[in-house]
């Protein structure tokens, strides 16, 4: 739970809508209601940033958070606070771009299945009034009552915006509440896996933990964080233009949700992920298939990424034209029955793969053959 000292009013004040020393408690704290608790490794990019706040792993090594809650000077991950959950240092924070969301550079990496930033064509993709989300955050379960335990709740984007998206509606009794400041809102993109857009600054309204929430977004934040740092946290994506662009890490996020998922004692090993991502064009090629006509381990043609095929697809060589992944012979038949073309560089008569011994043209008529047809031609003319 957060003090209320200078820290604490400036996060409060954040969340009405107010100048510090402005603001003024509810006579009557709303609820937030269907918020639910997650179970072990539920949500398990969702982390505790400091002593007060939220935060999202987007990367093995970042998270996102928001910046008037300060540098953290480090993140715990986990169900709730003082659970004992793995930590991890922060190095440093960049928030270039937005008003209030910012990435944070860690001290290592983590081995957990992460929640990337929705970057590129995934923006105009999903970042759409009316689609559904996801918001969650160890904050207030009322204003100035609870706290520090990970709650969830399913929610809309009402508003799109240059720099925020507004999440729920006032008075709708979901909302995120001081403690969830730097928070995600996820959206589920088509192959299962999540991603998120926001950061939680505050509430719209002048009424707390009961109103529609401002959520701060972060793909502004990703080309100043990824030319100061060098960490390249879109994976699929040219972090400066947004184009398409995927390499071997653009696959492998994060496709759970709330419910048990392993312990963190594997880092929840057993947390569903996502394949290769084709949101935004062809899935990166790993060698194993696809565009660059390679072959999977069973030597059968396919791949992980596209259905077995019969040798037809693919783009490049390696699989002949049964599919069986097979050496080719590279002989093709014509549609006329009558033409034959046969790469002669393959075979010859005798299999010493010196040559080919056939012949294109007629066929000759051993010497006897023809003595005979002459004594034959002599005697018809007599």
Wanted: net charge negative.
């Amino acid at each position: 739970m957060m003090s209320m000292g200078i820290v604490g009013l400036t996060l409060v004040s954040a969340w009405l809508g107010l100048e510090p020393g402005q603001w003024q408690a509810p006579t009557q704290p709303q609820q937030i209601v269907n918020g639910s608790a997650v179970q072990t490794c539920g949500w398990p990019t969702t982390v505790l940033a400091g002593g007060g706040c939220t935060g999202t792993l987007v990367h093995p090594r970042v998270i996102s958070t928001a910046q008037h809650c300060g540098v953290p000077g480090s993140v715990t991950f986990g169900e709730a606070a003082g659970s004992g959950g793995p930590s991890v240092d922060v190095v440093t924070c960049v928030g270039e771009g937005s008003d209030d969301a910012m990435l944070c550079e860690l001290a290592e990496e983590v081995p957990l299945a992460v929640t990337p930033v929705l970057f590129g064509c995934e923006l105009d993709g999903y970042m759409q009034v009316g689609q559904e989300v996801v918001i969650a955050g160890f904050g207030q379960t009322s204003f100035g009552m609870g706290g520090g335990t990970k709650l969830w709740a399913p929610q809309v984007i009402s508003a799109v915006e240059p720099g925020r998206t507004i999440i729920g509606n006032a008075g709708d009794g979901t909302s995120p509440c001081p403690g969830d400041s730097g928070g995600p809102v996820f959206v589920q993109v088509a192959d299962g896996s999540w991603r998120v857009f926001g950061t939680v600054l505050g509430g719209t309204t002048g009424v707390p933990c009961n109103s529609a929430a401002d959520f701060q977004r972060i793909d502004p934040v990703v080309p100043n964080f990824e030319m100061q740092t060098g960490i390249d946290i879109t994976p699929c994506f040219d972090g400066q233009t947004g184009a398409w662009d995927p390499g071997p890490d653009c696959g492998g996020f994060f496709a759970g949700d709330h419910t048990e998922a392993g312990t963190w004692n594997d880092w929840c090993a057993a947390a569903p992920v996502g394949g290769f991502s084709d949101e935004c064009g062809a899935p990166f090629d790993d060698g194993s298939g696809g565009s660059s006509g390679g072959m999977n381990e069973t030597g059968d043609g396919s791949s992980g990424d596209v259905p077995p095929g019969d040798g037809s697809t693919g783009g490049g060589s390696g699989i002949g034209s049964t599919g069986d992944g097979g050496a080719t012979t590279e002989a093709t038949t014509q549609t006329d029955p009558g033409a034959t073309s046969v790469d002669t560089s393959a075979m010859d008569d005798d299999g010493d793969g010196q040559g080919c011994g056939c012949r294109q043209g007629p066929m000759p008529l051993p010497a006897g053959a023809l003595l005979m047809m002459t004594v034959l031609g002599l005697r018809r003319r007599r």
